[in-house]
């Protein structure tokens, strides 16, 4: 296990430093930021000026280098625009952006495992017709449409829910909750349908197995081997999904969050896209890169405990 | 059958206007804490420094935290804000300003000369009006804590007007150890230290999705009442928040709800819903209106011949280029002057060019300027639908008089990057694109820097080169009386139109939604003083 770690941690370095080189150069082929920050009425003079102080006028490689040394620092370095280091912009946008991610895949995987089990159990019953319509919905149906239905129906006609906004839940944990839940829902729906589609799949190719026969022949209840004995040897392909899924999520958290106006990491990232923000660009894709290799790690760790014949 | 997104929550917000009753907000929102005032404001704040960079965010943002030392009232007369009072020699070369009793900076030293100094030097480095104004400036010195000594070279008839102007670059006034700063050099989140009416919240600002402004306990308002920038700031309101919605359905949902007060600039397709909300006002308190334009680079071929310039000036029709771009006529108005319609130097001189347009013209001018099918780059901004929707409709005007053009389709971080290109077409460069200005902004010919003809030395992004022109503005900029000033900017439009470095548009207004317990709003730019909430 120690050794899977450290290959991994080792393996991560070479990968990162190729997203590296990728997002700088391919940033630099979209121009530069000086004439956004200068403003509409600025001369070319005052953009120059500001190009010169920015130091973009340097040469590439030299920008580049001057960059990678930051990294080797742990520094992100400074915002463009607003001159705040990129790592307090990441720390404050995490928070909103991770309690998003986390209530989605909790709830996705609460509400998809059942549904898929259920599907695969009643397989071509009209039950398991049900559960594909939802998740051919969830598929199809975009996630800022289902933001705005929900927002019609549950924010502004039934006043349930605030349409917008986010508040820390160690703040005002109540709050919070009616803020997260409409986000979450959209969120959640692509990825229920992910997770119940592959559970079903995996489930249904069990349950034609030898041990499941001597499971019911034994005179175990139903639920015990749909849960106990099935669903525990169907779940390394659901480990994957919901792992792979995740690359899913941070694109849909880009549309959740502008949708509900949520002030994540989602919205950092796009805005500073507009902007030609650099640092603040380089330094979330360099995370989200991050983020990327260490979930795959633990799914790889998650591996061997579903499945102890699996070893690295 | 296909929806859009907008079409989709426009329908979605229809029946919120028909479903919710009557001041039936949300709990949630009405637990907003009392006297707090959140605002939508029309785009993010993320630059901070209003004398360096020319944003209206930032000039807005500039107006919370700094103060002036003269202001512009609703009548666009200029007022003492932070001064007291002005003498003015009798060769009027010198101007003595005196500070008024009870400013102090936010971290509570006294406001003295020696901080407003260095504050008009920076400021006179970076807008355009600042700069003519330094051409005639001796020095700026201080006479002790509470004057400031401004003495000229040569008589100027603009001094007050410049260092009182009401839009970018504004001359906020500032501490002597941020205003010494170079202009390059952009203050950031920890210099935010004025003297304004609020409070700059440093520890609640999120770059790109909230500003936060407290009260400023001890400000100490003007008596006169509040008018455009001038006269008393007072605040009404513990405290002002601008949160940024990046989705327009999304904040005007949040302004139904309730959830915020304020939302400062509707988009147009969204009106007819908002205006049906209940609880929810719509009112216009931009008097000035925005100017669209057109800018050509008259360094690049084909626009620097004049004569295709003039041409595609004739060939637009601003009343079918604000139907389309703005759609309501409520919303726009035709304007054949390049002053905003309706203020002190609106005029007709000239004007003819654009007043009675016309295709069968336009392609005898285009003719008669030498055109010969050489490719018109249009950058065709995508993201701001009101210019997106002025290229699109140019460019087929264009092609109906015979022109060559490659509209290029880009978002405006791209076209704001691309304008300053000077390179010949084949090469990146450009020959047009849109924009549109504040009516503050064009008021007269020397604050409308569209209108410099400095060339390469210090014009606009296209830079036109006119010295008749220059010699104009200065004449403007030096006449003694209000009527020589209307005679020569009548002049100044009128070699304007004949060199046509511009084409102007019309006059457009966005007007801003807040909810019915919202009151004290001023005509002016979104200021936040003056606001009652009930």
Known sequence: MIRLVLTRVLSAIPVMGVVALIVFFMLRLSGDPAAILAGDTASSEQVERIRVSLGLTKPLYEQFFGWIMQLLRFDLGTSLFTGLPVTSLIAQRIEPTAMLALSTIVFSVLVAVPMGVLAAWKANSWIDRLVMVICVLGFSVPVFVMGYFLIFNFAITLRWFPVQGYTSPFVDFGRFVSQITLPTLTLSFIYVALIARITRASVIEVLGEDYIRTARAKGQVEIKVLFRHALKNAAVPIVTVIGLGVALLIGGVVVTESVYNIPGLGRLVVDAITRRDYPIIQGLILFFALIYIVLNLIIDIIYTIVDPRIRY | MSISRRELMAGAAALTGGLALPGSQSALAQAAPKGTLRVIPHAALTTLDPVATTGYIVRNHGYMVWDTLFAQDEQLAVKPQMASGVEISADKLTYRITLRDGLSWHDDTAVTSADCVPSLIRWGQADGMGRRLFTYIESVSTDGPKVIVIKLKRPYGLVLESIGKLSTNVPFMMPKRFAEKAVTDRLGADDMMGSGPFRWNKAEYRPGARVVYDRNPKYVPRSEPASNAAGGKNVFVERVEWVNFPDPNTALNALVSGEVDYYEQIPADLLPIVSRAPGVKVANFNPLGNLGMARFNSLAGPTNNPGVRRAIAKAINQSEL?????????????????????????????????????????????????????????????????????????????????????????????????????????????????????????????????????????????????????????????????????????????????????????????????????????????????????
């Not at chain 2, 390049?338 to 013209?361: H, N, Q």
């Not at chain 2, 880009?410 to 924009?435: E, H």
């Not at chain 2, 390469?456 to 006449?479: C, F, H, N, P």
Request: with cysteine; hydrophobic share 40%; proline share 4%.
């Open chain 2, 322 to 534: 604000l139907k389309v771009a703005i759609g309501n006529p409520e919303f726009y108005k035709t304007c054949h002057s390049v002053y905003p319609c309706g203020t002190t130097f609106d005029s007709t001189a000239g004007s003819d060019l654009m007043a009675k347009s016309s295709l069968d013209e336009a392609r005898a001018m285009l003719r008669a300027s030498g055109y010969n099918g050489e490719k018109l780059v249009l950058l065709a901004t995508t993201d701001i639908p009101v210019q997106s929707a002025m290229a699109q409709y140019t460019a087929d005007v264009l092609k109906r008089i015979g022109m060559n053009v490659d509209a290029q389709a880009m978002d405006w971080a791209t076209v704001l990057q691309r304008r300053t290109s000077k390179n010949p077409i084949d090469q990146g460069g450009w020959n047009m694109f849109f924009t549109w200005w504040e009516g503050a902004d064009l008021l007269d010919p020397v604050i409308q820097f569209a209108l410099s003809g400095l060339g390469e030395q210090g014009a606009w992004v296209g830079w036109s080169k006119d010295d008749e022109a220059e010699i104009l503005r200065t004449a403007y900029a030096e006449a003694a009386t209000l009527d020589q000033q209307k005679q020569i900017a009548a002049q100044v439009q009128a070699r304007a139109f004949e060199q046509s470095f511009n084409v102007y548009t019309g006059m457009f207004y966005v007007p801003t939604g807040f909810r019915e317990n919202i009151s004290g709003i001023l005509n002016a730019p979104p200021f936040f003083w003056n606001i009652k909430k009930a």
